[in-house]
């Protein structure tokens, strides 16, 4: 058995130590803010939290989290600065079809979380592994410029 904290709460689990995190969090935990686009570490549409850093849940096997702090959209999305990420992306028309968001929210909360003004370079490298097929990424930059201030 094995234990971690999950959007706030200790949680356990008796899954295989090999099952990937988004495999996890999906089937046993029914949290399907994160994605699968990929499944190999190219998309983002899985980033999560794990003790702050954003990561991509596809690529983590379940073993390497043991007693870490994981943090998904699903919890995320109950938080303060969630809501004013969402007011901003908004603001800023940068959802379209949505596949990318959830991802995309976390890369933003770890971006801002580490770096709360951060130059438009910056935004560009803090949702470089996360890739959106539908608003070219000016909008989504322009959100989180926005979040920023
Ligand atoms: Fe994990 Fe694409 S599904 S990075």
């Known amino acids: 058995m094995m234990k971690f904290y999950l ?4 949680v356990e689990t008796q899954a295989p130590s090999t099952m990937r995190l ?33 990561e991509n849940s596809c690529l983590i096997p379940i073993g ?33 079809c949505g596949y990318c968001i959830p991802g995309m929210v976390m890369a933003s909360a770890a971006l801002l979380a580490q770096n709360p003004h951060p130059t438009e370079d910056e935004i560009r490298e803090g949702i470089s592994g996360n890739l959106c097929r539908c608003t070219g990424y000016n909008m989504i930059v322009d959100a989180i410029g926005l979040a920023a201030n």
């Open 22 to 54: 988004i495999d996890l969090l999906r089937d046993e935990f029914q949290l399907i803010g994160p994605k699968e686009g990929c499944g190999e570490g190219e998309c983002g549409t899985c980033s999560i939290l794990v003790n702050d850093l954003l």
């Open 64 to 96: 390497a989290i043991e007693g870490a702090e994981i943090i998904t959209i699903d919890g995320y999305c109950k938080t303060e600065q969630f809501q004013i990420l969402s007011d901003c992306y908004s603001e800023a028309g940068a959802v379209q």
């Open 7 to 10: 959007n706030g709460k200790e």
